[in-house]
């Protein structure tokens, strides 16, 4: 199989890459920014998108975040038929329906139904990241604060190296050919129980910050300059829908995660355990 990774430099591509290789297949990155190992592609340029994907079977797409998400999505998809691509996998999220008062997540909606028509294609709908934490390390190791304002009413945080696993299964297998499939961790986590984790794995406390988004607005700002008023809106308005209602799963949502990861998923608690260890480590280094 010859795979084109679009979005491959990415916190999932960038698993799926690994995957597809591990299993035997041939991996190409493609993304705006790549190293030696891939190709420079700007989605928003369809021809381009049609010919850098001519001689591939099958590809991984993630779509920019942004006001223009559903036009590039579907200029993108249209390209990738034309090209031959047989089957696609997109990455979504999950709730797309019942969250799509966050702009990002109605952004995609066309996208999913445009991708599902062909009856192979496959939408991945993925819940939070695990990885989303490396955003706010500093606060929570040198501050003793969990910012990020998810509220309590639950989400069920996904690592993106399950994420690269189960895109990779869902590239080489057929067996969810025309669907939907959730990607969702096993356990629920709130700003309270995701404090309680970082303050068992460090030894010392880390409390949730609260539920106000304006002071991690104010933050993000500040570490990604250039961020947009869609971007704050699509943000605030996302975290505002999360503490309502959080970012739900159900059984059959977690069996249906586990059945395409298809091995034990990475719980929350050794995914802190491994950034503390990482600080550990480095701090050791700039100590010796």
């Known amino acids: 199989m010859h795979a084109l990774i679009i979005g491959g430099t990415g916190k999932v591509g960038g698993h799926v890459v690994m995957a597809l290789r591990a299993a035997g297949a041939q991996a190409v990155v493609a993304a705006r920014h790549v190293g030696t190992d891939g190709v420079v592609l700007d989605l928003r340029d369809a021809a381009a998108v049609e010919s850098t994907a001519r001689g591939f079977d099958v590809a991984f ?110 590239l080489l297998l057929d067996n969810w050919n025309g669907q939907t499939v959730p990607l969702c961790g096993t356990e629920m986590l709130t700003g309270a129980s995701i404090a309680a984790t970082w303050s068992a794995a460090l030894g010392r406390p880390v409390r949730y910050a609260g539920d106000a988004i304006d002071p991690f607005l104010a933050m993000i700002q500040q570490q990604i300059p250039g961020w947009s008023e869609w971007e704050a809106n699509d943000f605030r308005l996302m975290m505002e829908m999360t503490q309502t209602m959080g970012c739900p799963a159900t059984p059959a949502d977690i069996a249906a995660a586990a059945a395409m990861i298809g091995r034990p998923q990475r719980r929350y608690s050794d995914f802190v355990a491994e950034l503390v260890q990482e600080a550990t480590a480095a701090l050791t280094g700039e100590a010796a």
């Open 61 to 170: 797409l993630t779509t920019p975040l942004g006001a223009d998400e559903t036009d590039v999505g579907l200029g993108a998809l249209a390209a990738l038929r034309r090209a031959g691509i047989g089957k696609i996998v997109y990455l979504g999220i999950m709730n797309l329906e019942p969250m799509q008062a966050i702009p990002h997540f109605a952004t995609k909606i066309p996208i999913r139904d445009a991708l599902l028509a062909d009856g192979r294609s496959v939408m991945i709908g993925a819940n939070f990241f695990f990885q989303n934490d490396r955003l706010v390390l500093p606060a929570i190791l040198h501050g003793g604060v969990y910012p990020l304002p998810i509220g309590h009413a639950g989400i069920w945080s996904v690592d993106t190296g399950d994420i690269g696993t189960a895109a990779a299964r869902a």
